[in-house]
């Protein structure tokens, strides 16, 4: 496994060069994301559809 510096190390090597601090964020924040995610779902840390429909019920008021 990768450390998180090689990560960015990774992302930086695939993003063009003349890219914006602000944009070099968003790549690292979304790979972060992902990856927590994936962590998620290998723990079992998940929603089913129809937990999902109920609650987007109730933000939504249906």
Known sequence: ???AK???RKILDQIPDD???ED???H???REKIERGLKDIEEGH???QEEVEQ???R???K
């Open 59 to 61: 933000w939504l008021g």
């Open 24 to 26: 070099i964020q968003y």
């Open 19 to 21: 890219v914006s601090y």
């Open 28 to 30: 690292i924040y979304v």
């Open 6 to 8: 090689e990560e960015v």
């Open 1 to 3: 496994m990768n450390t």
């Open 55 to 57: 609650r987007m019920s």
């Open 46 to 48: 998940v929603f089913s």
